[in-house]
């Protein structure tokens, strides 16, 4: 009772705050030092937002100086018009009092989404997870809860995706010829038959017993209150999409292949007015930047299918030195929508940059432009 109450009270606080700046929207600088309310930019990478009552939230990694791993834990920062932006803090914190927790100090902790399940007045955060010292191997997905949006968030568990289950949609006759590949014939990587194999679920069927890999991700709630989890699969070459229970803490077992072999990454969603599911990804290649992917569909269980790259203008062809994390939604505003990325900066993580940029759509088809400097009024123009 006493959080709601601290809910209510900071979202009062900000709705002020609007009101008393309510001038012309300030110009959003993709690249630039976004400072914060303290005037220290803005330490939330990999991030995703959550609307709710009024407010944006914004979440991320926190990146120390010298290193990408969680030092600290996911941040979260709030704002009523996406420009000025409050830090509220440490939303899960790394756990420094116990050495068995999955988050300790010098563990991974990537692309935080948070999501609100209105059935039970939870607010929900599942994040990449990779234990310390591991490197990238553990592939775990991971799931926090908290009873107000900027935390602070009790971690709940982490885990791979659906373990014993085959993607709904594989047909009786695909199962059966899963089950004959041998993946002894297939260890060497890149050749037309692992290829194939691979496009027919070895690493499926691999990953069986413990669940499916689970490293870049994003949530989305569709229109009809479920949630989705998507997230890069198989040795991150192969998306997939998975359902969320009705409280959002787990997974149904139900769930897609998307583009198999495709070495999909950093999976951003959002879904236009007429019912059609976009999807923006990048390539695999780390830290460094590459050409962006998009995707669409009737439905989220698909059929998907690739675009052309999305982005225009100068380093289009390297998502503009970035890589997806993103697609906001506007609050009431019929399919106007914000791409959001992260320029990484492996040397100097914390200083990492974002680039917003509106999405447009010609012929129905959407596409991001560069633009050194725009504001959101850039959407009651059109
Ligand atoms: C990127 C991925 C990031 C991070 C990085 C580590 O490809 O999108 O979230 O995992 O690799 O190298």
Known sequence: MKMRKFCLLGSFCLFLATICSAASPKKIRSGEIWPDNHGVHINAHGGGMLYHDGVYYWYGENKSDTTSNAMVGIMCYSSSNLTDWKNEGVALSVVKDDENSDIVPGCIMERPKVIYNAKTSKFVMWFHLELKGKGYEAARSAVA???????????????????GKLPFDMTAAQRAELDTLDADKYQEWWTPAWHEAIHKGLFVKRDLPGGQMARDMQ??????????????????????????????????????RVAPVGHNEAPALFKTSEGTYWMITSGCTGWAPNEARMFSAPSIWGPWTQHPNPCRGPKSEITFGGQSTYVLPMPGKKDAFIFMADIWRP??????????LPVQ?????PYVEWMDSWSLDFFDKK
């Open 145 to 163: 809860v908290a009873d107000c949006p900027t935390g602070p968030f009790q971690y709940i568990r982490s885990e791979r995706i659906n373990a």
């Open 219 to 256: 949530l989305f709630v569709d229109d009809d209150g479920k949630a989705y989890h998507i997230y890069s699969s198989e040795d991150n070459l192969t998306l997939q999409i998975a359902e969320l229970s009705e409280d959002f803490l787990s997974h149904t077992g139900k769930y897609v």
């Open 347 to 356: 040397k100097h993580p914390s200083d990492a940059r974002y680039i917003w």
């Open 361 to 365: 759509f010609e012929q129905g088809i």
